[in-house]
């Protein structure tokens, strides 16, 4: 699939952009702060609804604008798929106060969806437009913490399967009120049996996000093996894994809250030896779920917080068994984070049969000429690929002998000259 026309209105510091874009190699260049990021952040916007890098919605909105007595911003694409064409259009306007007191926060926003027209829910964009995101953060993929890892899972999961989506608001929901729970019966405000009803919710929500994540590791896993040779030109084995807080000890935070709450400290060996092939089906997850619900009971009240669950997994990549958070170098960090965002690329290819939207952003001075000939190559036959750079130079090679050169300069954008 690919973006052939995108439309901004107040996002970032495009006030108004009206864009044609072809199907092939698209580079952006530009001195900084121009707004290379910012558009590839709209078109990453209009695959998932969430930004790569904002932590509010109120960010995108320009600053102008904000100023407005109704400020809004909108993204709109016109994406080409091979049966289809489509029209997603998404809005973000203020929200009014939930709790009608008239002092929410300033500019809490929400979004308005329309597909060809019609007003949507976030779930019915699920898979229909495909994006990959590569940046010079997704080094924090592999060197950051595990929220940023669990995040990585959620967005490419919720881009393919709207019960995944939907799994994650019920069990964001149900989290609150367990945890809201469990504090009351640590201060005796509550039965412990009350838990009950909340345990059957949090391993129905839970198991099939549990499950879906594992599925799409092994996948991604297999993927990678085949890949990461070739970027890294040595025989170094990559192996991806969920590391499931329904093991004991699979989790690393769990092992931080163990020892907060006095456990024994677990030594995280150098080598670790191949996790045990035991993925479980939906039901067998469901039961090993509720298991470990009995056993950390006690902890969760005295801690008034759910301590195992898919929001306390996490993904683990080792390369020739070294697990690459603790011990990777930069190089070897950077690499298997490109390794895991090709795998992504290549899977969605194969869940949804069509080629993912991919956005480069930086990425060519962040590595060395070996490793960006072997990027390009293995993109070479995506359908549309949107690359930033601040040095066009580096893109006048005959690798990008047909692609399509855009010059970016104060939130506008033209098309250079051939
Ligand atoms: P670099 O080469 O340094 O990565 P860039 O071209 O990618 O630069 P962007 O990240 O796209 O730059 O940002 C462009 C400008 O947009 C920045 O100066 C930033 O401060 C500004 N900006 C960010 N958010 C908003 C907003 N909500 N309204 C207006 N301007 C904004
Ligand atoms: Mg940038």
Known sequence: MHV????????????RLELDLPACFVVFH???????????????????TRSP???????????????????????????????????VDITLLPRADEDGSGN?????????????????????????VNVVMFSPQDIELISGPPHLRRRYLDIMNS???????????????????????LRQIRDHQARPDQLEFWNQQLVDSGAYIMARRQQTVEELSDLAQ?????????QEHLKVSYLSSLMVNGSREENDVALVVGGSSVDSPRILPDAPATSL???GIKDAFRARLGQVVEKEVLLGMSVVGPHRDDLQLRADGVDLNVYGSRGQQRTAALSLKLSEAKLMLAETGEQPILLLDDMMSELDGERRGHLLEGL???????????????????????????????????????
């Open 104 to 128: 929410g926060t300033p500019l809490a926003m929400s979004k308005r969806i329309r597909l060809n027209g019609l007003p949507k829910r976030a779930t019915d964009l699920v898979g229909q």
């Open 226 to 234: 085949g890949l990461h040779p070739r970027l890294t030109g040595r």
């Open 4 to 15: 052939a026309h995108l439309s901004l209105t107040n996002f970032r510091n495009y006030v």
């Open 53 to 87: 890098r904002a932590s509010a919605d109120r960010e995108l909105v320009n600053w102008l604008a904000q100023e407005d007595d109704m400020p809004f911003a909108k993204v709109t694409g016109k994406v080409h798929r091979a049966r289809s064409s489509l029209e």
């Open 159 to 181: 881009q393919v399967d709207s019960h995944y989506l939907r799994s994650l608001q019920v069990y964001a929901r149900v989290l609150v009120q367990r945890n809201h729970l």
């Open 281 to 283: 089906d939906l039901t």
């Open 380 to 418: 070479r036959q995506n359908e549309q690929v949107l690359i930033t750079t601040t040095d066009l130079d580096r893109y006048r090679s005959d690798f990008f002998a047909d692609a399509a050169i855009f010059k970016v300069e104060r939130g506008q954008i033209e098309r250079a000259g051939a």
């Open 30 to 48: 530009g001195d900084n702060a121009q707004g290379k990021t910012n558009l590839l952040e709209a078109v990453f916007y209009l695959g998932t």
